[in-house]
């Protein structure tokens, strides 16, 4: 969520603390969503898409997790899940909230004017690529048009070396 303008104009409107509030976060984003359909712009489409979708998220942490966090660090630093919460205070409005949120992000996804600027947007993209990376080396790994994620290890990037088109062991 780092692309400004649109974080700084979205995120103040962002809200989830209860069902009510929700709401009014839920129909603010989704009516910049419209504005943004009116102007053409995609990007700012999808960054209301993306920030109703995270009120989804968030709002499942803090109905699962009292106090909203997922996980604890250990002594040694590793990151461990927590247990989840059975019955605490808010837990049934941050439930409610999540339903809000979802209902909006379901309207963005059917909007027929955001999948027409989407695939605008995807086909620009792909034309750009290749209209600017046709002269770039391409790496023997990557010849079949797919590309290495920064997070994969070298471990897996053997195994899917060894295994090829097969599907990946995740560890």
């Not at 104009?9 to 962002?14: A, D, E, I, Q, R």
């Not at 910049?32 to 898409?49: T, W």
């Not at 963005?108 to 034309?127: F, I, N, R, S, V």
Request: with cysteine; aromatic share 10%.
């Amino acid at each position: 969520m780092t692309h400004e303008p649109y974080k700084s104009h979205l995120l103040p409107l962002w809200r989830f603390r209860n069902a009510s509030i929700a709401k009014q976060s839920s129909t603010a984003l989704f009516d910049e969503f419209l504005r943004f359909y009116k102007e053409g712009d995609f990007v700012g489409m999808d960054m209301c898409r993306k920030f109703l979708q995270l009120g989804i998220i968030r709002t499942r942490h803090y109905a699962n997790y009292k106090g909203g966090r997922k996980y604890d660090t250990r002594e040694d630093g590793t990151r461990v899940i927590r247990d989840r919460s059975a019955g605490h205070e808010g837990q049934e409005d941050k439930l409610a909230a999540s339903k809000i949120f979802a209902e909006a992000t379901k309207k963005c996804w059917a909007h027929e004017g955001y999948k027409d600027l989407k695939g605008k947007y995807q086909k620009e993209l792909k034309d750009w690529i290749q209209f600017h990376c046709e002269d770039m080396p391409k790496e023997k790994e990557e010849s079949k048009g797919e590309s290495r994620h920064q997070s994969e290890t070298p471990e897996q990037m053997k195994q899917e070396k060894e295994l090829g088109d097969g599907p990946r062991k995740i560890p």
